[in-house]
């Protein structure tokens, strides 16, 4: 009589080739991970010293000039990108007023205009690699303050915010624009801000809000918690002098330069 022996793996051989995968695999995801919030990081650095670039760029062309003064401004991303009429000076108002023209061509990629409503705001963000990205542009300065106008129009498509919002004389000098993560802890970590002097600031963005206990700063959480335009700014509340600028015009909240900024977190300049 002939017997046949069948090969294969026993229950207990199983259960240790599954048990080293699970060692693996916890070892090597959360290093892929890792890698992936670098990789987004550094590639959100990079986005914010293009849009530098970008209005640089914009400002020297003159291709707006809402008060016919000569000097060029700064622009909003559905600006750059081509995506929104341009913001003009409508001689028959003697006022800003919004073009039929738009940037051709455009100096951001179009997707830069492809854009969505921050929840808190209804005001335009746009992502890219895990990130948003906010940009602001003075408004009229009041008193010691110059407010920040956040960008509005279509979702989708990019737009400008009413160009009375926008003060011409600011927006020849001044812009910022900030990045945090769409999923902290999983598509990036810190909140970077950079301005027209190129000044790249950072937050660890772990000193507050709904997932971090024991902080008083805000927690820049996807659209739920947005960066407000000032808050890399110097908090007026701790400035030394009473008749110092506030919002935009105010000084950066840099830790190390012995600013408090207007979210209470700690910003340092990026490489430091």
Known sequence: MNTKRTSGFTLIEL???VAIIAIIASI???KLLSARISANENAAIATLRSI???QAQLQSSCAIDTDADGGGEYGFF???AGTAPLRFYDGAADAPGI??????PAILPTAFGDTIHDTANTECVI???GYYFKMFL???TNGNDIPTVGEDGPEGAGGTTDPLAVDPDNCEIMWC???WPVAPESTGNRCFFINQEGDLLQTLNNEGGSNVDGGSGIFYEGLNAVPAGNAAFSDMANDVNPNALTGMGAALGIKAMGHDSNDQNTWTIVGN
């Open 99 to 104: 073009d039929v023209m738009v940037l051709d």
């Open 138 to 140: 003075p408004g009229p």
């Open 177 to 179: 624009c900030y990045a």
């Open 127 to 129: 992502e890219r690699a």
């Open 52 to 54: 530098a670039s970008a």
């Open 78 to 80: 559905g600006e750059l």
């Open 28 to 30: 090597a995801i959360p």
């Open 15 to 17: 259960m240790i080739v």
